[in-house]
C-alpha cells in the first residue's frame, strides 16, 4: 500500500509528489482491470473421487457441465467488469478531488458545487455496481458444488467468499470521498486530504486484492477441464493381474503413512495405456492424490476421500507420453492428520 502523507506546512513539495504517486497508481489499477473471459478448458488429466467406488465425476469423459460452467465464466466476467466501473468511477472522483484540495489550500474557499458534483457523479457510477458485482458472486457461488471437485471445491467457495467484504470495501472507499469532499466544502484542509489520501490507498489495495483473485479464479476454472476418458475401481488386483494389466515384470510397494500403494515397475505405452494402482488405507477416513508425470507434462492424476480398506484402480494415460521415465507421486492426509507425499519412479516402454 502506498504511505499516506502528513499536511505539516505547505501544501507543496514532497506531499505533492506523493499525492501525485498515489494517483498514478489509481490510475494504473483503474486500466489493469480491462474485463477478461476464463480459457476454454482443455482435455489434461483426470481429477475423480475415491468414494462409494466411484473413482470419477458424473461428468467424467465428457465437457464440463456447459450450464454450470457458462453461469460460472459469465458470473466471473460479469464481477470484474462491475470492479473495473467501480474502480475507474472512484478513481476519477479521486483525480478530480485533487485541483480542490489544491485551490482549499492555495486559494480557498472551493466551490461547493463542484465537489458535490464530483462525489454524485461517483455515486450514480459506481453505486449500481456494487449489487451488481454482489449477484456476479452469488451466481458463482450457487454452481460451485456442481462445477468444481475437491478439493478445489473448498478453495473455489473461500475465495469467491473471500471476495464479498471487498465489494464492501469499495462502498466505504465512496463514502470516504464523500467525507474528503464534506471536509473541503467547509474549508478543513487537513481532514479532506487525510481522507482523501486514504481512499486513494484503499482504492489501490482492494483493488489489486481483487484483481489477484479473479486471475486465481480463472485459473481454477481452466481446472474443471475434461477429465479422464475413463477411470475405474474394483477389488484389489493381484501381483499377476497388476503386472498384466500394465505389461510390467514386477509390482513396488510404497508406504505414505496409513496409506500403501502398490505399483507397476513399468507401463506398456502400446496401444491405449492404462495405469493400474492398489491403494490400502489403515486409516478410518483420508484424502489420496495420485499423479503422474513426466518432466512437467501431466499424464495421468485422481483425487478424492478414501475410506479404510483397499481397492485396486485403473487409471487411463492421457495425451502422447514418450518412452523413459516417470515420476509417481502419491499424497496422503489422514482425517484430522499430517499430509504425507512419496514420489516414486516407473518406465514408460
Known amino acids: 500500500m502506498l504511505s499516506r502523507v502528513s499536511a505539516e506546512g505547505s501544501s507543496l ?3 505533492v509528489d506523493v499525492m501525485f504517486t498515489t494517483l498514478s497508481a489509481v490510475s ?8 477478461i473471459s476464463a ?7 483426470c481429477a475423480a473421487h475415491l468414494d462409494a467406488g466411484s473413482l470419477r465425476p458424473a461428468w467424467c469423459g465428457k465437457k464440463p457441465p456447459p450450464k454450470s460452467y457458462e453461469t460460472f465464466r459469465r458470473a466471473l466476467s460479469d464481477y470484474q467488469t462491475s470492479v473495473y466501473y467501480m474502480v475507474d468511477a472512484l478513481a476519477g472522483a479521486i483525480g478530480s478531488l485533487s485541483p480542490i484540495d489544491s485551490q482549499c489550500r492555495d486559494n480557498p474557499p472551493v466551490d461547493p458545487t463542484t465537489v458535490d458534483l464530483i462525489v454524485s457523479g461517483a455515486y450514480l457510477s459506481a453505486g449500481p455496481q456494487f449489487e451488481r458485482s454482489r449477484a456476479a458472486l452469488a451466481k458463482m457461488l450457487s454452481v460451485t458444488d456442481s462445477l468444481f471437485e475437491v478439493p478445489t471445491l473448498a478453495e473455489v467457495k473461500a475465495t469467491v467468499k473471500g471476495l464479498s467484504p471487498k465489494v ?6 465512496l463514502k470516504t470521498i464523500e467525507a474528503a469532499g464534506d471536509s473541503y466544502k467547509i474549508g478543513d484542509c487537513e481532514t479532506g ?3 482523501w489520501l486514504k481512499a486513494s490507498d484503499d482504492l489501490v489495495a482492494t483493488g489489486q486484492y481483487s484483481n489477484r483473485t479473479v486471475v486465481s479464479l480463472s485459473r481454477l476454472l481452466s481446472t474443471t477441464h475434461k477429465p479422464c476418458k475413463s477411470a475405474t ?3 484389489p488386483y493381484s501381483d499377476k493381474a497388476l503386472k498384466k494389466a500394465s505389461g510390467a515384470k514386477s509390482v513396488k510397494t510404497t508406504k505414505v503413512g496409513d496409506l500403501s500403494m502398490d505399483y507397476p515397475s513399468s507401463v506398456d505405452l502400446g496401444g491405449p495405456t492404462w495405469l493400474p494402482l492398489n491403494l490400502d488405507s489403515s486409516a478410518p477416513s483420508g484424502f489420496v492424490q495420485v499423479t503422474l508425470t513426466q518432466g512437467a507434462k501431466p499424464l495421468a492424476a485422481l483425487g478424492g476421500g478414501t475410506p479404510a ?5 485403473r487409471i487411463k494415460v492421457m495425451g502422447t507420453p514418450k518412452r523413459g521415465p516417470a515420476k509417481l507421486q502419491v499424497t496422503f492426509s489422514p482425517a484430522g492428520g499430517t499430509q504425507l507425499m512419496k514420489t516414486v519412479t516407473i518406465r514408460l516402454s
Open 13 to 15: 513539495g514532497s506531499g
Open 28 to 35: 494504473a489499477l483503474a486500466l489493469a482491470f480491462a474485463p
Open 39 to 45: 480459457p476454454v478448458p482443455s482435455a489434461n488429466v
Open 168 to 173: 464492501d470495501e469499495f462502498e466505504a472507499i
Open 193 to 195: 486530504q487525510a481522507s
Open 233 to 235: 475401481v474394483k477389488d
Open 309 to 313: 480398506g483397499g481397492s485396486g484402480v
